[in-house]
Each structure stands twice: as structure tokens, then as C-alpha cells.
């Protein structure tokens, strides 16, 4: 409770800032299409806001250095508010485009401030309930922001991307009025993407893939249920049981990546996601519980994967090497996130809804054979403990601090 306490604003901020911006994905996709947008421009946009996701990322720590944790929130929250509020000036894919790019800049910036003041503050005694505080949070605010979807769908464009705007604003005022000392302001973290594939090719090619999969459900999975005869109220259950199914794994795959090889556990995951986009697709027709419970599964198999792909490369990393290795991990996850919505959008265009699965399938076909492929290059090590990786920054690293290191016993 002192440790809930003591952060309480930073984790309203986050719950606040995953709901306005966890919400706009979906909100565009059904607003678009409902203004003639094609397929493909919808995801576009999804494209866009994870090339403002990067961009942020990047940007974040070394604005971090130069005007402080508070000046820095406040630059990115305002930077997300403009994005968001600019969607009822024009109804152009492009424009909008353009403003998704400034909501993925808010989002990996406020991320980055948060995490680096968290970072500074939590000691090795409190870290572990910490940071399980800020994934409940982090996850919590996710699946309010998806489960809202409908209820803001209803809502006429202006009032419900004003609905948006306000809770972006809103996110600036805990951390505005908080009287806790801003701490001392971090150096950026060098990004070196190379370090990952010379820690564990599989690791890497692990990442894009969890990229492919999430990036491509949350941001075209509205145009997939629109296709298969989903209401706006419904699409958004059905993004939020994704992210429910994945939420609920992190406990049995986080034993079983600590008890079993990792690339067991992974290429298994894979095998496992297989079958999700087959069992998503097969029941499509057969009623919205049936659609509800498959993308739990989808999420439940899927999610994890990022979790397990980044235990393994730490597994071959130093202590001084985590922080530089969980932004490496982060830049292959931002672009692979960058193509994923516009490459299935278009898909789904050529060869219908079921295209969506059929190449998150391929995906993961892929990492099996490749997970195959390493398992003979070299032996297994491990390290660290499994722990929920949140893709959420490139300073990430420095919270997650000592979680991962191996206890004794």
C-alpha cells in the first residue's frame, strides 16, 4: 500500500494515458471506415502511430535530459491532446495519418518519463512489487481503453474524440501537481540494434514476430470484425479479451520459461498461436461468445511471446548489457509494428478477412523453423528469470533493473 501510495500519481497517469490513446486506434478504424476510408488507409494509420511510437523512443530520453521528467510529460501529453483533437478538423486518411504519428510520439514519450522517474525511485527491496503494481495498471488501463471502444463509437466524431482529448489532459495533472522531487534526469540510453542479433537471433526474429501479431490485431482487428459482422460495442470486447488471454498467460509461461528451455517454450507458443488463428477463423460464423473466447486464445498464445523472446537474450547477456539490450529488443518490436497494420489491411483487402490470421500464421511458421534451426547452432543457457516485458520504451532496461537477475535458490 506505501509503495501504491507513493506512486499513486504516476499510475493514474499511466491508467489515463493507456485510455485515451489505447482508444484511438479503434476509434479511427470504425470512424474511417464509416467515412469511406479503404482498408489499407485505416491501417496506414496504425503504421503511422507506431512510427511515432519510434520516433518518440528515441526522442524521449534525450528531451528527458534536456528540460526535465515534467516539461518532457507535459511536451508529449500536449503532443497526443493535438493529435487526438485534430481528428474533427479534417476527415482525410493522410492528415490523420499525421496526427497518429504525434499520438505514438505522446504515448513512447509519457512512457519514457514514467518509467524513468519509477526507475529513480524504487529501491532493490520494493522493485518487484512496484513494478507488479505498474503491469497490473499498465495492463488495466489497456483493456478499459478497448472495452470503452463501443460506447465511444456511439458517441457523434466530435464528443468522442473530445472524450479522448480530455483524459490525454487529464493524465498531465497528477504528475503536474504531485510534490514528490523530480529526480535526477537520466543520460539517453545508447541504441545499439546489433546487440540483439549477436545476443540471440532467435530472441530478434522473436520480437518482430510478437510485433506482427499485436500490432496487426489491435489496429486492424476492428476491420476484421466489421467484416465478419461484429457491432462497434462488440469489436471492442473482442480487442479487450486479447488483451485479457494475454494478461492471464504471463503466469503459467513465466513457470514454464523458467522450468523448461526457452526455445521449447517459444517455438511451442508459435505452434500454439498456429492454432488460435485457425480456431479465430473457424468459429468467425459461430457467434460472439465463440469470437470472445478465440481471441482470448489468440491472446493468451500470442502475447506472451515478446516476454519469453527478451528472457532468452538476456540469458546471454552481461549485467552491464540489459539496458542496451532491452532498447535493441524494443527497435526490432517498433519496426516490426511499423509494418504489420498496413501489409494485413491490404491483405485482408486481396483475399478477405481470414488474410488477417493467414499471415500472423506464416509468422510464427517462420519462428518455429528458425527456433528449430538455432536449437542445433548452439546450447541452451540460462541466466535470468522470466519476467513481463512491458513494450512500452527504450529506458525500460534500467527499471526492470535487477528483476531479472537469477536468485541463489
Same mark, same amino acid.
Given at each position: ?22 482508444g484511438v ?22 503504421s ?5 511510437f ?13 528540460v ?7 511536451t ?20 490523420w ?26 529501491t ?10 505498474y ?6 488501463? /489497456? ?11 456511439d ?9 479522448l ?34 545476443? /540471440? ?13 499485436a ?33 492471464i498467460a ?23 498461436a ?8 473457424g468459429?468467425?460464423?459461430?457467434g460472439?461468445?465463440w469470437?470472445?473466447?478465440?481471441? /482470448? ?11 519469453v ?101
Amino acid at each position: 500500500m506505501r509503495i501504491l501510495i507513493s506512486f499513486a500519481a504516476l499510475f493514474l497517469s499511466v491508467v489515463l494515458l493507456q485510455i485515451a490513446t489505447g482508444g484511438v486506434g479503434p476509434l479511427d478504424a470504425l470512424v474511417g471506415l464509416g467515412a469511406g476510408f479503404s482498408k489499407p488507409e485505416v491501417g496506414f494509420l496504425g503504421s503511422a502511430h507506431f512510427f511515432g511510437f519510434f520516433i518518440g523512443c528515441w526522442w524521449a530520453p534525450r528531451l528527458l535530459g534536456d528540460v526535465g521528467h515534467a516539461r518532457s510529460f507535459a511536451t508529449f501529453t500536449a503532443l497526443g491532446a493535438i493529435g487526438l483533437s485534430a481528428h474533427v478538423l479534417v476527415t482525410d486518411p493522410n492528415w490523420w495519418a499525421l496526427f497518429r504519428v504525434a499520438s505514438g510520439i505522446c504515448v513512447a514519450g509519457c512512457y519514457t518519463v514514467i518509467e524513468a522517474w519509477l526507475q529513480a525511485k524504487v529501491t532493490n527491496e520494493n522493485r518487484g512489487r512496484a513494478m507488479g503494481i505498474y503491469r497490473v495498471v499498465d495492463v488495466g488501463g /489497456s483493456f478499459m481503453a478497448q472495452a470503452m471502444v463501443g460506447w465511444l463509437a456511439d458517441l457523434e466524431t466530435y464528443l468522442a474524440y473530445n472524450t479522448l482529448v480530455i483524459l490525454c489532459c487529464t493524465a498531465l495533472l497528477p504528475m503536474a501537481v504531485t510534490k514528490a522531487t523530480q529526480p535526477v534526469t537520466p543520460g539517453a540510453t545508447r541504441l545499439r540494434p546489433a546487440i540483439s542479433w549477436r545476443m /540471440s537471433p532467435l530472441a530478434t526474429v522473436g520480437v518482430v514476430v510478437a510485433a506482427l501479431s499485436a500490432a496487426s490485431f489491435r489496429m486492424v482487428g476492428p476491420i476484421y470484425g466489421q467484416e465478419i459482422g461484429l457491432t462497434a460495442d462488440q469489436i471492442g470486447y473482442f480487442l479487450a479479451f486479447f488483451v485479457f488471454g494475454g494478461a492471464i498467460a504471463q503466469i503459467p509461461v513465466g513457470w514454464l520459461a523458467d522450468k523448461f528451455d526457452r526455445r521449447w517454450v517459444l517455438i511451442w507458443l508459435s505452434v500454439a498461436a498456429v492454432l488460435s488463428c485457425v480456431v479465430t477463423v473457424g468459429v468467425a460464423h459461430l457467434g460472439t461468445v465463440w469470437v470472445m473466447l478465440a481471441a /482470448s486464445f489468440f491472446g493468451f498464445t500470442t502475447f506472451p511471446i515478446y516476454s519469453v523472446s527478451a528472457a532468452h537474450a538476456h540469458d546471454f547477456a552481461s549485467s552491464d548489457e540489459r539496458v542496451e539490450l532491452s532498447a535493441a529488443l524494443m527497435f526490432f518490436y517498433a519496426v516490426g509494428a511499423i509494418g504489420a497494420p498496413y501489409v494485413s489491411s491490404t491483405l485482408i483487402v486481396w483475399f478477405g478477412p481470414a488474410a488477417l490470421f493467414t499471415l500472423i500464421s506464416v509468422g510464427h511458421i517462420l519462428l518455429i523453423v528458425f527456433g528449430l534451426a538455432r536449437m542445433r547452432a548452439r546450447p541452451a543457457e540460462r541466466r535470468t528469470r522470466y519476467v513481463y516485458a512491458p513494450r512500452t520504451s527504450f529506458v525500460i532496461g534500467r527499471l526492470m533493473g535487477r528483476s531479472r537477475e537469477k536468485s541463489d535458490d
